[in-house]
């Protein structure tokens, strides 16, 4: 479908530890010295659409999945194809395996 072929996306998934935050003062407004907390990149991948590929996902949902037997956690992420648009794009899912 014109217009289409070569469209991707570029997926990052960040953790954060919510234990290393500092108390934000909500009569404050939020500006760049505000105490942020730091983000590590944990997860990248890229999904697109081609002549032979159609893997084209916008993952929109995730939760927690089992422990694996080795103390890994699993994440599941969930992309819908928008009712199957344009008939070139598939609802998916996604585990990922944290090793800690």
């Given at each position: 479908?014109?217009?289409?072929?070569?469209?991707?996306?570029?997926?990052?998934?960040?953790?954060v530890?919510p234990?290393?935050?500092?108390?934000v003062?909500?009569?404050?407004p939020?500006t760049?010295?505000?105490?942020?907390?730091?983000?590590?990149?944990?997860?990248?991948?890229?999904?697109g659409?081609s002549?032979?590929?159609h893997?084209?996902?916008?993952y929109?949902?995730?939760?927690?999945?089992p422990?694996?037997?080795?103390?890994?956690?699993?994440i599941i992420?969930i992309a819908?194809s928008?009712?199957?648009?344009m008939g070139?794009?598939?609802?998916?899912?996604?585990?990922l395996?944290?090793?800690l």
């Amino acid at each position: 479908v014109k217009g289409y072929f070569g469209s991707w996306f570029n997926e990052k998934l960040y953790v954060v530890d919510p234990r290393e935050g500092k108390q934000v003062d909500s009569s404050e407004p939020l500006t760049d010295a505000s105490p942020f907390l730091k983000k590590r990149l944990l997860y990248e991948w890229r999904t697109g659409i081609s002549l032979l590929s159609h893997d084209l996902a916008n993952y929109e949902g995730m939760c927690l999945g089992p422990k694996l037997a080795d103390g890994s956690r699993t994440i599941i992420l969930i992309a819908d194809s928008q009712d199957q648009y344009m008939g070139l794009l598939n609802d998916w899912f996604k585990v990922l395996i944290v090793r800690l």
